[in-house]
């Protein structure tokens, strides 16, 4: 995509705001079309949901899901599981909007559809990313689309404006074990009066640096809350495989979704060149200097 359509997505104002604050709220972002094509796809989903057997991977259940009263909490990498949401995350609206921001070069790394079921949808403790899939820099960033109308009794995502460039907490318990949340002691060392409560009707998107503290409420009316959420960073950015979730990403993760890999990379700020992606298959150093003079 062009400087151009970029240029037209965002604003400077919430280019820069983006910046500043570690967020951004885009109210109706996404066009009818596409929320028709998504919660058509979210549907079918909730239907095979009924009958998954506990260990389905596709789905993360609530404990009392039935097939009579499904109870889906989580719907894991979309973009692995159908082809529409692997055309909106991998080359559609989230991909051009990530590229507003990240750059002409971005990498994808994962998604899921929180559903948050109503009466009673889990919460989400107040927690940051990067910690759980940690990068080579700070560019990675979430953005996120309600499929339906959300309101403050439905749970929507809350962020802590410019947490994003304070501390990067343990999310750890007192005795050091990962609890996936900043612990209490923590949590007073941030300003939680002032999170924003990110809601709006289906089609408001969300976008969250990977080291906003962000968390929300649990569902209490009687309406769910998905949230279709994807992850990407600059290509120039790269997964630590191996630490957190890096290794575990579904089979879309880790392409290059716009522009091109970079072709030299910076290490503790040395510059070196990049060797070509021999992820397909690598044979041997003789087959690769073979007539190369
Ligand atoms: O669904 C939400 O409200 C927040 C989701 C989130 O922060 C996460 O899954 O990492």
Redesign the pocket.
């Given at each position: 995509m062009g400087t151009e359509l970029e240029s037209r997505l965002l604003s400077d104002e919430q280019l820069q705001r983006y910046q500043a604050d570690g967020y951004l709220a885009l109210e109706s972002w996404i066009d009818e079309a596409w929320m028709q094509r998504l919660n058509t796809t979210l549907d079918e989903y909730i239907e095979i949901s009924r009958t998954a057997a506990p260990d389905d991977r596709r789905f993360d259940t609530e404990p009392s899901h039935t097939p009579e009263n499904p109870r889906l909490r989580?719907i894991n990498q979309p973009t692995d599981l159908d082809p529409t949401f692997a055309e909106f995350a991998l080359d559609g609206p989230a991909t051009d909007l990530a590229q507003a921001i990240l750059g002409p070069d971005i990498r994808y790394h994962h998604s899921?559809l929180?559903i948050?079921w109503h009466s009673g949808g889990d919460e989400?403790k107040w927690?940051q990313?990067i910690q759980?899939w940690p990068h080579t820099d700070f560019s990675p960033l979430?953005i996120?689309v309600y499929l339906r109308d959300v309101d403050d009794e439905m749970?929507?995502?809350g962020i802590v404006p410019q947490s994003h460039k304070g501390q990067l907490y343990d999310l750890a318990d007192e005795n050091g074990s990962w609890t996936g949340s900043l612990s209490k002691t923590d949590l007073e060392t941030v300003d939680l009066d002032s999170a924003d409560y990110l809601k709006g009707p289906a089609g408001s998107v969300t976008v969250?640096n990977c080291c906003a503290v962000?968390?929300?409420e649990p569902n209490l009316s009687d309406r769910m809350?998905p949230?279709l959420?994807q992850t990407y960073s600059r290509a120039d950015s790269y997964p630590l495989i191996g630490v957190g979730a890096n290794g575990a990403t579904g089979r879309s993760g880790h392409q290059i979704v716009r522009g091109g890999a970079p072709t030299h990379i910076e290490i503790g700020g040395r510059r070196m060149p990049a060797a070509p992606d021999w992820s397909r298959g690598y044979t041997s150093i003789f087959e690769v200097q073979k007539n190369k003079e």
């Amino acid at each position: 995509m062009g400087t151009e359509l970029e240029s037209r997505l965002l604003s400077d104002e919430q280019l820069q705001r983006y910046q500043a604050d570690g967020y951004l709220a885009l109210e109706s972002w996404i066009d009818e079309a596409w929320m028709q094509r998504l919660n058509t796809t979210l549907d079918e989903y909730i239907e095979i949901s009924r009958t998954a057997a506990p260990d389905d991977r596709r789905f993360d259940t609530e404990p009392s899901h039935t097939p009579e009263n499904p109870r889906l909490r989580r719907i894991n990498q979309p973009t692995d599981l159908d082809p529409t949401f692997a055309e909106f995350a991998l080359d559609g609206p989230a991909t051009d909007l990530a590229q507003a921001i990240l750059g002409p070069d971005i990498r994808y790394h994962h998604s899921k559809l929180n559903i948050k079921w109503h009466s009673g949808g889990d919460e989400v403790k107040w927690h940051q990313d990067i910690q759980f899939w940690p990068h080579t820099d700070f560019s990675p960033l979430t953005i996120g689309v309600y499929l339906r109308d959300v309101d403050d009794e439905m749970g929507p995502m809350g962020i802590v404006p410019q947490s994003h460039k304070g501390q990067l907490y343990d999310l750890a318990d007192e005795n050091g074990s990962w609890t996936g949340s900043l612990s209490k002691t923590d949590l007073e060392t941030v300003d939680l009066d002032s999170a924003d409560y990110l809601k709006g009707p289906a089609g408001s998107v969300t976008v969250h640096n990977c080291c906003a503290v962000h968390g929300s409420e649990p569902n209490l009316s009687d309406r769910m809350r998905p949230l279709l959420l994807q992850t990407y960073s600059r290509a120039d950015s790269y997964p630590l495989i191996g630490v957190g979730a890096n290794g575990a990403t579904g089979r879309s993760g880790h392409q290059i979704v716009r522009g091109g890999a970079p072709t030299h990379i910076e290490i503790g700020g040395r510059r070196m060149p990049a060797a070509p992606d021999w992820s397909r298959g690598y044979t041997s150093i003789f087959e690769v200097q073979k007539n190369k003079e």
